[in-house]
């Protein structure tokens, strides 16, 4: 005992800002990016009712293990920073840091079901893409679980080829199944274009925001990867151990409040079916943009008007980009954004966008 607490000294004393440091901060950055998780969690909740069932209980899950993450996060902290303060042996320990292999999946893995399972409505139900992001989740899950009972009652300066295999295959299949997520969602939505300005729009900005929510967390795990194959169990390591399922918590949480401004957004733009005589009803956009006047402050007011009319029209013309021997007509709704989400779903806008459809 006595060696490892002197090793640990030399270790920590040589230079204290690596190494308690990235500690110290770990547990900051964890509860900024828990508030941040909160507050979009609030803001979903408020619409979760139009999700479907498996979506809510993945986003509970992965909230719940947020949570549980941070409170073992300063439970570490108080541990090595005060009830065992003096001590040097505490931070070669894996005794706490190694159960961070349990609570990452709750939150992650939870989080890559969601995308996983939004990658295969995208890309037509391809069982393909989702049998082989299923083994990459469970190849993590077991170098994660594995890492966690192999290594809590060693030091970091005590890795046996089995521990070092299973921490290799945690981030890695990690990796692994976030390229094949995003890739599939990038090829899926940009094959969804339709030929139409509004909803190639539409696909630019889903892509976007998939890139936008997707790419951090596959860069914060490439990191976990390569900073272990450099140096082991540095608090580097456990800097990024301690926030990587937050990233994924706050851009799922992101993708799923922009659906929502998306929804809202298109609401303005699109042209639906309306009428419940079995004919086709006809809507039509004015196309002025009246009232452009500034008042106090330079505020520039815009309004657009929507002039319905269930009168005959002639059936519209199919051409190369768009087939219209699909056409489903929707009856009203209050809701005007879930007819055109429905004429999206039967290809009246050629093309399925189901990332944006609601789940029944």
Known sequence: MSSIEETAREQVTGNLGSHLSPLLLGMGVDALLLGISINSFCRWWTHSKKEATHVRFLIYLASIGGIIGTIFTWATTLHMFSYSYGSYSQFLKCDWIAWYGIIDPLTKISIQAFYAERAWRINKRNYLILISIGICLCLSVTGSVGYAFTVHTRTMN?????????????????????????????????????????????????????????????????????????????????????????????????????????????????????????????????????????????????????????????????????????????????DGDSEAIGLAECGALSTPLEFEVKLK
């Open 158 to 334: 005590d890795f046996e080829t089995k521990a070092n295999l299973f921490f290799y295959l945690w981030p890695g299949a990690c990796i692994s199944a976030d390229l094949i997520i995003t890739s599939s969602i990038m090829y899926g939505l940009y094959h969804s274009r339709s030929g139409l300005e509004h909803t190639d729009r539409l696909v630019k900005k889903l892509m976007r925001v998939s890139l936008e929510a997707q790419i951090p967390p596959t860069i914060v795990a490439l990191l976990f990867f390569l900073q272990f194959a450099a140096n082991s169990m540095s608090s580097i390591v456990q800097f990024i151990a301690i926030i990587h399922p937050k990233v994924y918590l706050v851009g799922c949480l992101a993708i799923l409040n922009s659906r929502q401004d998306i929804r809202r957004d298109r609401q303005r733009s699109y042209v639906y079916a309306s009428g419940g005589t079995g004919s086709f009803g006809s809507s039509s956009l004015s196309s002025r943009t009246a009232e452009k006047m500034q008042s106090n402050g330079g505020i520039k007011v815009e309004t657009e008007t929507y002039i319905c009319s269930d009168g005959p029209v002639t059936p519209p013309v199919d051409t190369a980009n768009r087939s219209f021997s699909d056409i489903k007509v929707i009856p009203p709704s209050e």
